[in-house]
């Protein structure tokens, strides 16, 4: 159970209200309408954050916010506001009052876009986390939670990897700016400002709220497998294309550490509990998120099948440009520091993404 170790923190913030340690409780989650950016945002507001969303819509829909306030009871505050601009930032921040926290989702995330559309990505990526990180020092913020990627590690020399593994050229510029976002959290937090801040690194995030109220909205053809698994699924696709069977695999295909959305949104928490009762003991700290289980493209493939009962045609396709061949993470120091550890099995997790699916054809959304 996720909150056999976070509770003790929970209950301690109910039990010492948040204006006796003379904070705000109030947190900006830029993002926050995105599939990572809206699970935390019903999880920081189940453990009594009040949640601030900052979100441009560019890839996610205001209606999130419905589905939100469905699930929490709760509807977070929302700006549709480009982060990129300074001004809009900053006037959101003074209308808002204390904060106390920033998580900062807001990035464009699409690997060949950004090969198409570098300075997009740069300038998308980097500029907004530049103004986040100038509004945390001059509006007096105790904590800053970036979300990075495992894309950091590259292609590992050994998994699992922990945090001390070396990071690797990137393989393209949405890497490159999570890369170079780390770097510049850490010459900024070196000019001694007053805020700590902590990066995540996410492994591979899937799946859906259990209530199937939120989840994951792919723009176009999903990039991502399991969107496509569950489009295909459901017969918007005709078969899923599995990329490359002869990797150095039991079984060919690629693995990674598919991360449960929900258990990802819970480590945030911990995260930020972390900053705002000044536990930190480092100025920046960084934590990989992940299950520490590696998981094939074809074992995903057939545990989704297994979890709905729902058929899932596919072919074997070619190795997909830039594809990493195996990588899983090692979640050992989120584990004993943050109290935080992936609890979903991986089977339903697949089930509430396929949930999720369902709902979207019963709206009509697709
Ligand atoms: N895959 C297929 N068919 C598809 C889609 C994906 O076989 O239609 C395979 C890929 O080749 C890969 C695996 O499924 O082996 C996972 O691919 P994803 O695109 O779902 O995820 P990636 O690991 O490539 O990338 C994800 C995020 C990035 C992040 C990266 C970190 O999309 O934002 O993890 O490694 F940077």
């Known amino acids: 159970m996720f909150l056999c170790f976070r509770k003790k923190a929970y209950l301690c913030s109910i039990e010492t209200p948040y204006n006796n340690y003379n904070m705000a409780n109030k947190i900006v989650l830029t993002g926050g ?18 949640v601030v969303i900052f979100d441009n819509l560019s890839n996610s829909e205001a209606s999130v916010v419905d589905g939100i306030e469905r699930i929490t009871g709760k509807r977070p505050a929302f700006y549709q506001i480009d982060c990129t601009n300074k001004g809009d930032v900053y006037q959101a921040f003074q209308k808002e009052g204390p904060i106390a926290g920033v998580i900062h989702f807001a990035a464009s995330k699409a690997v060949g876009e950004s090969v198409q559309k570098p300075l997009l990505y740069y300038r ?8 986040m990180m100038e509004a945390a020092e001059d509006f007096h913020l105790k ?10 590690y590259g292609e590992p020399d050994q998994s699992p990897v922990d945090e001390n593994a070396p990071i690797k050229p990137a393989t393209s510029p949405y890497g490159n700016t999570k890369q170079i976002a780390e770097e510049i959290i850490k010459d900024y937090l070196h000019t001694g400002v ?30 991502n497998l399991l969107p496509y698994v569950c489009q295909t699924a459901m017969g918007i696709r005709k078969e899923l294309n599995v990329f490359g069977n002869d990797y150095n695999t039991p079984d060919g295909s690629c693995i990674r550490d598919y991360i449960d959305v929900t258990d ?44 709905t009962g729902v058929n899932v045609p596919y072919v074997i396709k070619g190795r997909r440009e830039g594809d990493i061949e195996k990588i899983w993470g090692n979640p050992g120091r989120a584990n004993t520091v943050l109290g935080w550890k992936a609890q979903v099995p991986l089977k339903e997790t697949l089930a509430n993404a396929w949930r999720w699916q369902t709902r979207l054809r019963e709206k009509g959304v697709m």
């Open 143 to 152: 904590g800053f939670v970036f979300s990075s990627s495992c894309t950091v």
């Open 124 to 131: 998308n990526n980097l500029s907004s986390l530049m103004n």
């Open 33 to 50: 309408c995105g599939f990572i950016g809206s699970h935390t945002c019903v999880e920081l507001q189940n453990a009594g954050y009040d």
């Open 194 to 223: 007053g805020f700590n801040a902590i990066i995540l690194r996410y492994f591979n995030p899937i799946g859906a709220h259990p209530t199937a109220e939120i989840g994951e909205l792919p723009r176009g053809v999903p990039q």
């Open 264 to 307: 990802l949104a819970k480590a945030h928490v911990c995260a930020l509990d972390r900053m705002v009762q000044g536990k930190s003991e480092e100025k920046i700290e960084y934590y990989n998120l992940g299950t520490g289980n590696g998981v094939s493209v074809l074992e995903l493939v057939n545990t989704f099948m297994e979890a």
